[in-house]
């Protein structure tokens, strides 16, 4: 019991950037708290934990990455759709609102971002590991996690960029009468 209970103090730093890697990746905050709910049971029921601690938290993050995956499997063997939810919006200040209107440009354009992308962004941003490390958890090589992030957020930088332009429409001139 002592076990569970230090294994326990070592996973609660770690479950609100566990749960901010699972919106990133299922993009459903509450599939993210499921995922991260298995992913402390896994944890809690292992016969063997990492001592090491950045091997730890590595080991927290691809149990989380692989319950993604396996929940992605399900739904799409199961032929269910997920349906995007917006925050309830009722009367707000403006800057509230800008807020939200640039978190869900944010995630839309994280979204649309191929898997791979996905991955090392919410791994290295949001995870705070290193190249180093989310190499050993992707299993591929540094070389590869560094140009994957290069990418990854060129092309988030692109996305936005394009979603933050709105084009007017061409003025129409009035007739003279």
């Not at 996973?11 to 609100?16: E, K, N, Q, V």
């Amino acid at each position: 019991m002592l076990f569970r209970s230090r294994t326990k103090d070592r996973f609660l730093p770690y479950r609100d950037r566990l749960f901010a890697y699972a919106v990133a990746l299922c993009r459903e905050p509450d599939a993210a708290g499921d995922l991260v709910q298995d992913c402390a049971v896994r944890v809690l029921s292992a016969r063997r934990v990492p001592k090491d601690e950045p091997a730890f938290r590595a080991w927290l993050f691809k149990i989380v990455r692989n319950l993604v995956i396996d929940r992605l499997r399900k739904t799409r063997s199961l032929g269910e759709v997920s349906i995007e939810e917006t925050p309830d919006c009722d009367i707000m200040p403006v800057s509230a609102a800008l807020d939200i209107v640039d978190t869900l440009a944010v995630r839309e354009a994280f979204a649309m971002l191929p898997d791979h992308h996905r991955d090392v962004l919410a791994l290295i941003d949001i995870g705070g590991f290193s190249y180093e490390e989310t190499a050993r958890i992707l299993q591929i090589e540094k070389g590869t996690v560094m140009s994957r992030i290069s990418r990854g957020r060129s092309a988030l930088s692109q996305l936005l960029h394009r979603h933050n332009v709105v084009e007017f429409p061409a003025r129409r001139e009035r007739k003279s009468g």
